[in-house]
Structures are given as C-alpha cells and as structure tokens.
C-alpha cells in the first residue's frame, strides 16, 4: 500500500479532494499540477520525509509513480 504520507502532500501541494485518484497523476493531465503547484509538492515531500530533493530529481518527478521510484532513492520508506 502506498505511503499515505507521499498521498497527503499530493492532496495538500495540488489542492486536491481526499477522494482523488492520486496514483493516476501526471503532470501534465491534471491543470492544478503547474509550476508553482510543482514546488509546493516537493516542500511537502521535502517536509513530510526530512530529505532535500536534488534538482534533477525535482524535474524529474513527472508522476505519482515517479515520485515513490525517486522517494525511494533517497531511502525512504513508500
């Protein structure tokens, strides 16, 4: 089961209803995923895990999935 930590910083950074389908995002599909949107992510993740993200990985998270494979890395548990 994914972390429900990495489900909340979606639903908080993206404005999003607890009811979303979180696992499906891209960016890209969804037009609450912008630029600033994309960042407030990343401090939530940031946050929530006590990591910094290097910026490679900050542009390279393009999806939900992406995010747990990058979440990873950094030995989080997801």
């Known amino acids: 089961m ?3 930590r990495v489900k909340q910083a979606f639903v ?3 404005d999003l209803s607890a009811a979303a389908d979180v ?3 891209e960016i ?3 037009p609450q995923w912008d630029s600033v949107a994309h ?3 990343v401090a939530e993740l940031e946050e929530q895990f006590g990591i910094s993200l290097d910026a490679e990985d900050i542009v390279d998270m393009s999806s939900y999935a992406k995010s747990l ?3 990873r890395r950094y030995q989080v548990e997801v």
């Open 23 to 25: 696992e499906a995002l």
């Open 12 to 14: 908080a950074a993206l």
């Open 28 to 30: 890209g599909t969804n």
């Open 2 to 4: 994914p972390d429900e």
């Open 69 to 71: 494979e990058i979440l």
């Open 39 to 41: 960042m407030a992510l």
